[in-house]
């Protein structure tokens, strides 16, 4: 091929994408930004264009394969073209996209994920986790009369104006243009595992409705609660009258088959899924207590045209029967554990300063510092050389985020992972500082 190189090990190396260029050059003429989501927009060098995928590979327009730690930002746990997802899909398609009313996988789906959650009674359906975190906040504030709620540094719960403030350090007035401008008014940040500043805040004041929380903060770090967080958390909850939220979006469903409740036996009111629910297919749902979900038949709006609609949800049971075979969820985390040691090993042989987190099969790799236990850790770590090598890694037919976070599904096998270090030893060399 014109556009690949060979190195002195035969590895292929590419050297431009030419195809995908052209695609991102037109997709530019009619789309805001050539992109679908903006935080594509700042892909180096550009944007590639896929054209399909199958496990744990990837094909571009370019023909180029890629082994994928992207998974669509996280949804894609069975990899691409799971067999029994895709008949789920085909078949229901079949029989109708959506029918505005009931359907057989609305409960049996429901009745998968108060398995997974036994604790919790109800679930809602929505679409997008924003819109769920969104319905998680309104059910606090319906339940408790309340306005205003805490959330933690650097953990993300969604785009909408009032969930965004507090992801990023603000380099502006506001932490997106066009956001409502009293939003600061209802926000209360605390700093991700002070128990102190939590409790500060709930006992100074009696407005606070709900306290909002990635139980790992995946977000910015993969950083796991520090012991006992979250029981104290679920404390001072209690002794408050406050509505405690997990955002799972991201470890449900993920590093457990009851996300990180199960692994932490941690039991909020409210938790918020989407991604790994459904394998892909666009999904998102709130699991909580009865009394605070039945809340959607006396006045609490709960409403979308697409919630709950079948094709999503024969996607669901299909990925979550998946997903329950027994052994799938060591399996994961065996995946997970190799990368990472992996990466390890490849930085310390490399001699560069980095630092390696892994919780299951979610890895967070960040370039020199020493380690990422902060929030402020993780913005510490070197962003600009990470992305020299996301690049590289990318010349290397290995397709990872940026920012340093790597998604595995069950499709990742052992070689797979090897073949992925040899070449992240490969991309260290040609970015080595
Ligand atoms: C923890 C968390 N909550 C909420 C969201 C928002 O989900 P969505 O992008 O489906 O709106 C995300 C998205 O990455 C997330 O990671």
């Given at each position: 091929m014109k556009n690949v190189a060979t190195n002195e090990q035969s590895v292929k190396i590419i050297q431009s994408w030419p195809n995908s260029e052209a695609a991102f050059r037109r997709a530019q003429k009619s789309l805001g930004g050539g992109v679908s989501t903006g935080l594509r927009a700042g892909a180096q060098p550009h944007p590639i264009f896929f054209e399909r995928g199958h496990g744990s590979k990837l094909w571009d327009v370019d023909?180029?394969?890629?082994?994928?730690?992207?998974?669509?930002?996280?949804?894609?746990?069975l990899g691409h073209g799971n067999p029994r997802l895709v008949d789920a899909v085909s078949e229901q398609i079949q029989r109708g996209a959506t029918y505005g009313s009931g359907h057989r996988f609305e409960y049996e789906a429901a009745e998968w994920l108060l398995k997974a959650y036994p604790q919790l009674d109800r679930v809602?359906?929505?679409?997008?986790?924003t819109e769920a975190d969104l319905t998680a906040l309104r059910l606090a504030r319906a339940t408790t009369g309340r306005q205003h709620f805490v959330r933690f540094r650097g953990h993300y719960h969604g785009w909408s104006d009032q969930m965004i403030v507090g992801y990023r350090p603000r380099t502006g007035v506001a932490d997106t243009r066009g956001q409502q401008d009293d939003v600061d008014d209802y926000v209360h940040l605390v700093p991700w595992g002070d128990v102190g500043a939590l409790s500060d805040v709930l006992s100074r004041r009696d407005d606070i409705a709900a306290v909002f929380l990635e139980p790992i903060l995946v977000n910015s770090g993969v950083i796991a609660p520090p012991p006992g967080f979250l029981a104290a958390v679920r404390e001072l909850c209690d002794r408050h009258g406050?509505?405690?939220?997990?955002?799972?979006?991201i470890t449900g469903f993920r590093i457990a088959l009851g996300g990180a409740v199960e692994r932490f036996g941690v039991v909020p009111d409210l938790v918020v899924l989407a991604k790994a629910i459904a394998g892909g297919v666009t999904l998102s749902a709130i699991v909580g207590r009865a009394a605070l979900i039945d809340q959607v038949t006396t006045g609490t709006?709960?409403?979308?045209?697409?919630?709950?609609n079948p094709l999503s949800l024969a996607a669901a049971c299909a990925t979550i029967a998946e997903l329950a075979v027994p052994g799938t969820f060591d399996q994961?985390?065996?995946?997970?554990?190799r990368l990472a040691t992996g990466l390890r090993e490849a930085l310390r042989r490399a001699g560069v300063v980095g630092a390696v987190n892994q919780i299951g099969p979610i890895v967070q790799c960040g370039l020199g510092v020493t380690e990422i236990c902060t929030f402020e850790d993780y913005l510490g770590a070197d962003v600009d050389l990470y992305n020299q090598l996301l690049v590289e890694l990318l010349r290397r037919g290995v397709f990872t985020l940026p920012g340093g976070r790597w998604y595995l599904s069950t499709e990742h096998s052992d070689e797979d992972i090897?073949?992925?270090?040899?070449a992240f030893d490969a991309a260290l060399g040609a970015v080595r500082p």
């Open positions: 023909g180029n394969e890629y082994i994928d730690y992207v998974l669509g930002w996280g949804p894609n746990i809602l359906w929505s679409n997008t986790g406050v509505i405690l939220i997990f955002d799972e979006v709006t709960h409403a979308g045209t697409y919630n709950g994961l985390e065996a995946a997970g554990a090897d073949r992925t270090l040899d």
